[in-house]
């Protein structure tokens, strides 16, 4: 018996990936919080971590508007304009 | 960089190799880390603090060097050496990872041609691109779908309107899918193909019964599985799930009720027939046979609305009620019309601020409602609406006096779509329906 397969091939939008730092120094970190509980906390304290060991690092924090939906086009804008590296928090 | 807890891997990496880029680096925090003391938390970012230095100064693998599952790339058809339709054959598409865990129809060229046919597009034509997995839904993948939830072939455009609309970028369908919630894309019809396929607006309309609501329900359930990629526990992240993923659909009782319909409030004539996608949970019981008065039932229905831990009193949300015709009849027989409730909802269904505890006070609504909550007395009321416009009131279900509420996810809006024919112009009950 033949089936017909009711799977969706995945149509991929295609995102260019940049080379990664040899190291943080002196670089712009974004950090992205997606606003469930505690990821402001978690990632104030992983700022001033990355302050404290790394050498002219400069740390920012932009907060979505809500955790299920896109991060907001005005945030990912700040991010590509003031960050080298952004780390997204996805907590719960 | 993406820091994630245990849980939410596999999710996160399948979107990264969507996305085209598997080799985002990636830190796990042990779960969990919400609702847990802050000292804790805190120690698991002490202790993966060097990984997260190294892995984001590590020289960037190439795509096809990082050690993860290739996307999927489904074929056309499956060949099966059994003719057991209902025994060896079931067992090998539960194999295939298709279906919901109940018993499928099985998909064959015979009964996915009468279903593309009843759609009156070609097979191969683009219904929606489905999230999380970005799976192109063509006619022909929806059919199969359909097929195997057990629709008719007339119900084809309905689906493909319902695909659609939930496909729109504020239905939020990546969310919907993914959450922790237990939301379900809730299908309403509108206009006489409801009447027309036999999708039931009266008594019982969330079922069970020999209508078409459970089929439909179904097949949308089925394409947000098998195109969309939404599989539980890995890519569906619900943590109780619900009844309403297994198939969520009814019609408005437009003969019933004394208001315009959900179609007519969002400009559609009454020939043209709709179907609406609302994100919401399974629905909550209003149970009230004792008021004969417009107020009093407003004050039990906004009290059975007013409740904690729904999302909608934390965002921006559409909460939907669904009125019976019985307590419709009483609230409008004083004169009140849709707007009317929709503003006693937003203003008297409002949950005191010394309901909550102590953590979502400060977190959920000094931070996130600072002009609205901040400083306020513990008796200031959450509203379930940031605007009273938002408060979907339809008329459904049939004698007796029961209403129910349905919260919503609240990161989602409805969406409303026409039903077309194959020339994009909407079907008219004088188009007729494919059958078989």
């Not at chain 2, 060896?88 to 298709?98: H, T």
């Not at chain 2, 009131?393 to 077309?420: E, I, Q, W």
Request: net charge neutral; hydrophobic share 45%.
């Amino acid at each position: 018996m033949r089936l017909n397969s009711p799977e969706g091939r995945p149509v991929p939008p295609g995102v260019a990936v940049v080379p990664r730092p040899a190291s943080l120094a002196g670089l712009r970190i974004g950090l992205l919080d997606n606003t469930k509980a505690p990821v402001d906390e978690m990632l104030a304290h992983l700022a001033t971590r990355l302050r404290e060991r790394i050498d002219g690092v400069e740390v920012f924090h932009v907060a979505k508007q809500h955790p299920s939906l896109p991060v907001e086009p005005e945030h990912l804008a700040a991010l590509r304009a003031n960050a080298d590296v952004v780390i997204n928090a996805l907590g719960d | 960089m993406l820091l994630i807890s245990t849980p939410f891997v596999k999710l996160a990496q399948a979107q990264a190799r969507i996305l085209g880029m598997p080799q985002v680096p990636t830190v796990v925090l042990p779960h969990p880390i919400g609702g847990t003391p802050l000292d804790g938390v805190l120690a698991k970012v002490d202790a993966a603090f060097d990984e997260i230095v190294a892995k984001l100064t590590s020289p960037l693998p190439q795509a096809s060097a990082v050690a993860s599952e290739p996307l999927p790339e489904p074929v056309d058809h499956v060949d099966v050496d059994t003719d057991d339709e209902w025994g060896e054959l079931q067992r090998r598409m539960l194999a295939l990872g298709w279906g919901d865990g109940l018993p499928l129809v099985p998909p064959t060229d015979a009964r996915v041609d009468a279903m593309v046919r009843g759609a009156g597009l070609p097979g191969d034509a683009l219904v929606a691109l489905v999230a999380p997995r970005m799976g192109a839904c063509t006619v022909r993948r929806l059919a199969s779908s359909a097929v195997m939830a057990g629709c008719r072939p007339a119900h084809m455009p309905l689906l493909v309107a319902a695909v659609r609309a939930m496909a729109e970028r504020p239905f939020n369908l990546y969310g919907v899918q993914t959450t922790t919630h237990p939301v379900a894309p809730l299908v309403i019809v509108n206009g006489p193909l409801a009447q027309a396929l036999g999708v039931h607006a009266g008594s019982g309309l969330f079922g069970p019964g020999p209508w078409s609501n459970g089929v439909i329900g179904r097949a949308v359930r089925l394409v947000l599985l098998h195109v969309g990629g939404g599989q539980p526990v890995d890519i569906d992240k619900a943590t109780m799930g619900s009844p309403a993923k297994y198939g969520y659909c009814i019609a408005e009782n437009e003969a019933a009720s004394p208001w315009p319909s959900l179609a007519a409030e969002r400009g559609f004539a009454a020939d043209v027939s709709t179907v609406t996608v609302v994100g919401g949970e399974a629905p909550h019981n209003i149970n009230d046979h004792e008021s004969t008065r417009a107020g009093p039932l407003l004050a039990m229905i906004t009290g059975t609305v007013a409740q904690t831990g729904q999302n909608n009193v934390y965002y921006a949300g559409e909460p939907l009620l669904l009125l019976s015709p019985e307590h419709a009849a009483t609230i409008a027989a004083e004169g009140f019309s849709k707007d009317d409730v929709r503003r006693v909802i937003y203003e008297e269904a409002r949950v005191p601020l010394r309901r909550f505890s102590q953590e979502n006070i400060e977190r959920r609504f000094w931070r996130k409602f600072p002009k609205r909550y901040r400083d306020r007395s513990l008796d200031a009321g959450v509203t379930v609406a940031q605007r009273w416009e938002d408060v979907m009131v339809v008329v459904a279900g049939g004698a007796g006096k029961h209403s129910m509420y349905v919260p919503t996810f609240g990161a989602t809006r409805s969406v409303t779509l026409p039903v077309l024919k194959a020339d994009g112009s909407p079907w008219r009950p004088q188009d007729g329906l494919e059958q078989g």
